[in-house]
């Protein structure tokens, strides 16, 4: 089963583009379940995406990258015993490290039989509010950049062309291997993409190593 997470702070419009992905995703006929850990109130309406032919699940109580991860890897085994979507659409808290979750997901594999695939880890930039992130989130949002392979610049639409090359400059200072394109769910810029970069890569799997590095990275304090 493919694991697919959609990053980004609080408001950065993951619900709104995980649900348009969604939709072109369905178009090719995968059969994709979408989880949803919600810290405050709900953000999608599980009845209405399962009446269109998905299965959503809900996971609340705490961040499933950490605190629940026990609880994130028993619903994902149980939405492959009872569903086995080809991929799952994760929409973290918009507080959740990447790589935890990767670690989390992987650990499912001990609950049932089931192998974790993940794709690129793709993390939204809101450029509407950059200015805030950079001042009041910064740490947080730079790990959320650091540990993606793609990051979308989000709400392309209503953001002005300094706050888009602000994003830019902020998310290659941070993480140069990134790639970087723009999104909108206002006007569909960039859902094709994501969807196809979803449907056609791999992420690596979670590695001890790799975590490590990107931990001396964030703590040194150096490169930003
Ligand atoms: N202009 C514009 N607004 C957007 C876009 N995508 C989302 N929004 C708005 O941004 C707000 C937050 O969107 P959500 O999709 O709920 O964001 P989220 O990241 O899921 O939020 P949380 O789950 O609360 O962290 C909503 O008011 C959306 O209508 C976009 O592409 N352009
Ligand atoms: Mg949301």
Redesign the pocket.
Known sequence: MKIAQIA??????????LLRIVAELRKKDYRIAIVVN?V?EI?VDAKFIEANGLKAREISGGCICCQIAGSFAETLAKLHDSFNPDITIV?P??VAIPWGLKRAAEYSEAKTEMVIEHAPVIT?VDA?RIDMLIRAVRRLVETQIREADFCFI??V??ATPESIAKCESFIKDINPRAEIGR????TGEGIALAAEIIETRISPRYDDAVEAELLKKQYSGGET
Request: hydrophobic share 20%.
């Open positions: 980004g702070f609080l408001g950065s419009g993951k619900t709104t583009a919600d405050g953000g929409e808290s918009g939204l509407t989000n709400k639409d209503s999104m909108s769910s206002e």
